[in-house]
């Protein structure tokens, strides 16, 4: 099992950004998958959720309206479009899976830096 | 939305002692299939999360059994019954019983 996130980097306030997470060594279509964050030197926030089969998605308040979680099983990624960033949005983001009929993330991408900075 | 409070935010402990880790819920976590949903991560410096324990009690695959969870309702403890280097980093209660998710502030233990 592997998750690498991708799409990182440094980005001014207001911008957009997509964030990637390829996915492999098991059948990606059949797991819910999340984002979670952690900002420099603090503690882990959760971010987004997909279902399986991309049913539903839901979101932390503090991002909602802004960032896009979607995913495309055929190339067995999950995105995480992020828009009018600001400053708070500065983190390592990462992706993790949920196997179905479960309630915890069982593997975790490394994660991808994030800075929003002018 | 709920909210997870752990304490204490720091343990340093000696090597074969135990360590005990308290996470309190703003609502309680107990679903009404009976189960609890609560789950407890660590963070080693460096690194992503790694799941401990899932339901409020069971460990996940590969955990040693000096790990242990325990607690219903709103009141939660996470117990390292001897407790090794490499266990150090920060551990993290989280809620998934309901968006959005929640998770604990951390703790981190350390070794004296």
């Known amino acids: 099992v592997q998750l690498v996130e991708s799409g990182g980097g440094v980005v001014q306030p207001g911008r957009s950004l997509r964030l990637s997470c390829a996915a492999s060594g098991f059948t990606f279509s059949a797991y819910g998958m999340h984002w979670v964050r952690q900002a420099p030197g603090k503690g882990l926030e959760w971010v987004a959720i997909i279902w399986y089969d991309g049913s539903n998605k839901y979101y932390t308040d503090s991002v909602k309206g802004r960032f896009t979680i979607s995913r495309d099983d055929s190339k067995n990624t999950l995105y995480l479009q992020m828009n009018s960033l600001r400053a708070e949005d500065t983190a390592v983001y990462y992706c993790?899976?949920?196997?179905?009929?479960?309630?915890?993330?069982?593997?975790w991408g490394q994660g991808t830096l994030v800075t929003v900075s002018s | 939305d709920i909210v997870m409070t752990q304490s204490p935010l720091s343990l340093p402990v000696t090597p074969g002692q135990p360590a005990t880790v308290s996470c309190r819920s703003s609502?309680?976590?107990?679903?009404?299939?009976?189960?609890?949903?609560l789950n407890w991560y660590l963070q080693k410096p460096g690194q992503s999360p790694q799941l401990l324990i899932y339901?409020?009690?069971t460990r996940a695959s590969g955990i040693p059994d000096r790990f242990s969870g325990s607690g219903s309702g709103t009141d939660f403890t996470l117990k390292i019954s001897r407790v090794e280097a490499e266990d150090v980093g920060v551990y993290y209660c989280?809620?998934?019983?309901?968006?959005?998710?929640?998770f604990g502030q951390g703790t981190k233990l350390e070794i004296k």
């Open positions: 339901l409020g009690s």
């Open positions: 993790a899976r949920e196997p179905v009929g479960t309630t915890f993330f069982d593997y």
């Open positions: 989280m809620q998934p019983l309901q968006t959005p998710y929640s």
């Open positions: 609502q309680s976590l107990l679903h009404s299939n009976g189960y609890n949903y």
